[in-house]
């Protein structure tokens, strides 16, 4: 079984460098704040700095551009760095305020209305130029800066991990995110993703970064603009790797084979392919950005949208490496240095060692509050190579826990039997748990992609009619939960660093005899309906318009604080004729997004 985005073109997967590791050994130019020193209020000291005088960047014959990872980090001083976003609802601006904190007293300062628009980062943080050998100017552009990015400490002495989350959010019906620099860390300036390649011919440049006037006043960030020598240099996949000095071009060929060889082995890919092809001594192509995802497209498990990646980490997600057959490829992800995506293989949590034992209950303590997003990522599709010649129209969907307590439900397996007995359990305000009642089953779903366990009727979508009475369902109602989105990280014990950001190793294998689910607060799981039999058929609908329904928790299974805010609708306008059906999506509000 194939899956293709919506757009209908296969999903190429790219790998960029996690150039952190070159900050955390950055001390020069970093003045840490004398011992002893009070004020106050602390307020953070922001400095720009660069990691190296230089770097090499490629440009592909294949794929043309270069991804201008220069290397330049803000560090954060004297204090943490850390910035509130929120919108109170879906017809409300995003605001952004500065929090300050001394001890347990915390203070909060508004920053100018407009500054952002969305949750994906400061926008024109950045100016970058690059002047050329001749010493003309090739390139004058500015960048967006996500403080969640790609860090790491600058100091011995700063915290050993950062507190902040792991990446900037870029669903379109995002409600709340925090953004930081830790004391003595630094964040990659590098927009990543949420940026553009740029053409360069090859050669040598010079280019000069500097924060923008607009944030060195609001921020008290001096002007200290760095300048970093840029090579580039072309190349193409049908050549052999560059020949470090000392060494034969047969010697560099073998070693790279076997680091690629060493790559694919830890990947784990499901499917030979393309992790098995670059074992041949395909030259080790400098990694970029992974692509700005929506959920729309294939990725590790499919339909699930992966954890937004923090530019220039990379999400764990697969490819698709040919048309004609199915062909996966791993990304090549871990808890390295600098790997502060969110994006990282998560160990899958433990459930209990047995099913429960005793009478079930329903404490009063507290409990999840499931919500859905609005449908997003809407479009026509075809019926691919399953069932060619309908109209379909897919889209992505997100449930998530608004809290104050996560979601955990464990699956039990009998032995011989094809579905688990599922529970949910619930716990004290210290995390003992307090009780537990039985919520349905999960069953085992062998489809490549899949092959997890889905705990059933957790959500269901339904395509409503103009006077929002049902019309088409959708045959997907069963789920392997993951953390695949950070929907709202200011809501009430919302955590910040949640484990399962993948499927990976979430949901178990076809022989596991239990397996424990969590949605954790303040996250939420995208799944994206867009194969035949999960995606509505419109085939034969008239034009006119419509509502996609998310429904959380259809059956009322597991126990919420509130079953009333479940339901999300989303407009649409179908329209042009059989086998060239049209989608229109107005704006939810003052969300554009689609």
């Not at 927009?191 to 040598?204: C, D």
């Not at 748990?433 to 899949?450: A, I, K």
Request: proline share 8%; hydrophobic share 35%; net charge positive.
């Amino acid at each position: 079984m194939m899956t293709r985005s919506p757009q209908g073109r296969t999903n190429r997967l790219i790998r960029t460098p996690l150039a952190v590791t070159a900050a955390i050994a950055v001390t020069a130019g970093v003045v840490a704040a004398a011992p002893g020193a009070k004020t106050a209020e602390p307020k953070p000291k922001l400095s720009l700095i660069a990691a190296s005088t230089s770097v090499t960047l490629d440009s592909w014959k294949e794929d043309p551009g270069v991804y201008l990872d220069l290397g330049t980090y803000l560090t954060s001083e004297n204090d943490a760095f850390e910035l509130k976003v929120t919108r109170k609802s879906y017809k409300d601006p995003v605001t952004v305020s500065q929090v300050f904190r001394n001890g347990k007293k915390t203070t909060a300062k508004a920053l100018p209305a407009g500054l952002v628009k969305d949750f994906s980062g400061l926008p024109d943080f950045a100016q970058v130029q690059l002047t050329d050998a001749a010493g003309k100017t090739v390139l004058k552009q500015t960048e967006a800066f996500c403080p969640n990015n790609a860090s790491g400490r600058v100091r011995p002495d700063a915290p050993a991990n950062s507190k902040y989350p792991q990446s900037c959010p870029v669903n379109p019906f995002t409600l709340g995110s925090v953004w930081g620099v830790e004391n003595g860390w630094a964040s990659n300036t590098y927009a990543g993703h949420y940026s553009k390649p740029v053409q360069l011919a090859a050669g040598t440049y010079t280019a000069k970064i500097n924060v923008t006037k607009k944030y060195r006043d609001l921020f008290g960030i001096a002007s200290k603009p760095q300048t970093v020598k840029v090579v580039v240099r072309e190349r193409s996949w049908e050549e052999p790797p560059p020949v470090p000095a000392g060494r034969s071009a047969a010697s560099a060929d073998q070693g790279h084979a076997g680091h690629q060889g060493h790559e694919g082995h830890a990947a784990k890919a499901p499917v030979s392919g393309h992790g098995a092809h670059a074992a041949h001594g395909a030259p080790a192509r400098t990694e970029a950005p992974a692509t700005r995802t929506t959920g729309a497209g294939a990725t590790f498990n499919v339909g699930h949208g992966p954890y937004p990646p923090a530019p220039p980490a990379l999400p764990w997600a697969l490819k698709k490496e040919s048309l004609q057959r199915q062909s996966f490829a791993a990304a090549t992800v871990g808890d390295r240095a600098g790997q502060t995506d969110g994006s990282r293989r998560a160990p899958a949590a433990r459930p209990n060692a047995k099913r429960p034992t005793g009478k079930a209950s329903v404490p009063a303590v507290p409990k999840p509050d499931l919500r859905s997003l609005p449908a997003y990522g809407i479009t026509v599709s075809d019926g691919y190579e399953e069932v060619p010649g309908k109209d379909y129209l897919a889209f992505s969907a997100n449930v998530w826990n608004a809290g104050p307590a996560k979601l955990v439900v464990d699956g039990f397996r009998s032995p011989g039997k094809e579905l688990m007995d599922a529970y949910q359990y619930f716990y004290d305000a210290k995390g003992k748990q307090v009780g537990y009642t039985p919520t349905g089953t999960m069953e085992w779903d062998p489809r490549p992609g899949h092959e997890h366990w889905h705990f059933t009727d957790f959500a269901s979508y339904r395509l409503l009619k103009a006077d929002k009475k049902e019309k088409v369902r959708s045959g997907k109602e069963a789920f392997c939960l993951a953390n695949t989105d950070a929907v709202d990280y200011t809501v009430k014990n919302a955590n910040w660093h949640p484990d399962n950001t993948d499927l990976s190793t979430a949901c178990g294998q076809e022989n596991s005899i239990s397996v424990r689910e969590v949605l954790d607060v303040g996250s939420g799981d995208t799944y994206t309906q867009d194969l035949p039999g999960q995606s509505f058929d419109i085939t034969n609908l008239p034009n006119g318009t419509y509502y996609i329904q998310v429904l959380a928790n259809p059956e009322n299974r597991l126990k919420e604080t509130n079953h009333k805010n479940n339901s999300a609708l989303r407009k649409v306008v179908l329209g042009g004729k059989k086998g060239a059906r049209t989608v229109k999506v107005p704006a939810h509000e003052l969300v554009n997004g689609n």
